[in-house]
């Protein structure tokens, strides 16, 4: 199994800014498509954004150009920075990873999740 732990989260005023992690740990051969989630009180679930093992990323319209979504191979870790903050970015903040396990079985892990409230 791959357990994954987010950090990062916080209260910041609009128009700020925070760098979440989140990072993975157990059997792993290797990880694939990583993505951050969001989920807001009353909404249903969002991908906010994803990349690939080969860094192809992909973002929600809501977030493009202002978030960033980048992977660290050698460390098991994706970040979201997250910039130019609004009101409406606060949610819940999960990870999702897609891994391959050292017996070769292909699977997801979600992470707990790391909370963003963005309000002045």
């Known amino acids: 199994q791959v357990q994954l732990v987010e950090s990062g989260g916080g209260l910041v005023q609009p128009g700020g800014s925070l760098r979440l992690s989140c990072a993975a740990s157990g059997s792993i051969f290797r990880l694939d498509a990583m993505g951050w989630y969001r989920q807001a009180p009353g909404k249903g679930r969002e991908l906010v954004a994803s990349?690939?093992?080969?860094?192809?990323?992909d973002y929600a319209a809501s977030v493009k150009d202002r978030f960033t979504i980048s992977r660290d191979n050698a460390k098991n870790t994706v970040y979201l920075q997250m910039n130019s903050l609004k009101p409406e970015d606060t949610a819940l903040y999960c990870c999702?990873?897609?891994?391959?396990?050292?017996?070769?079985?292909?699977?997801?892990?979600w992470g707990r999740g790391t909370q963003v409230t963005v309000s002045s």
């Open positions: 990349i690939t093992n080969d860094g192809i990323t």
């Open positions: 999702n990873v897609v891994w391959v396990g050292i017996e070769l079985q292909r699977s997801h892990s």
